[in-house]
């Protein structure tokens, strides 16, 4: 199974740094995701105002939340094409999927993730791919 990931995590207290831009400024403009605790500056997020529900969710866990089996995801792949003795060379590329199951969300110190079983296309996504080797770095 693959696992996708919501935005990732720092170690951060959330009541205090904005998990975009990292400021410790404006606590008082500071939403927190009542699914993974991380905390966002309005302005950080696109938000003019707080919003009026009970519960607020940030982009990416609301992704995890609204993922369906049978709906279409698109992953990126890297994978090694060739090896230069010790300089492998590798490919990346976007992989077209179709959602087979679901595991449950979960978070750790990290990161907010979700196992997912998917069925993929073996061909890449047309203009997806890149070479690279890992000297290139």
């Not at 991380?38 to 302005?43: A, K």
């Not at 992989?95 to 890449?124: E, W, Y």
């Amino acid at each position: 199974m693959a696992s996708l990931r919501a935005a990732s995590r720092p170690a951060i207290d959330p009541n205090t740094a904005c998990v975009a831009c990292g400021s410790e400024d404006e606590p008082e403009t500071m939403l927190i995701c009542d699914n993974c605790q991380q905390g966002f500056h309005l302005s950080c997020f696109g938000l003019a105002v707080i919003p009026e529900e009970d519960d607020w969710v940030c982009a990416g866990c609301a992704t995890l939340q609204n993922l369906q089996p049978g709906s279409s995801i698109l992953l990126e792949s890297p994978q090694i094409l060739y090896s230069d003795g010790s300089d492998p060379h590798l490919t990346q590329g976007l992989f077209l999927g179709t959602i087979k199951s679901l595991g449950s969300i979960q978070h750790d110190s990290t990161c907010t993730f979700r196992q997912v079983q998917a069925a993929m296309n073996l061909a890449p996504a047309p203009d997806s791919l890149a070479f690279y080797s890992s000297n290139t770095y």
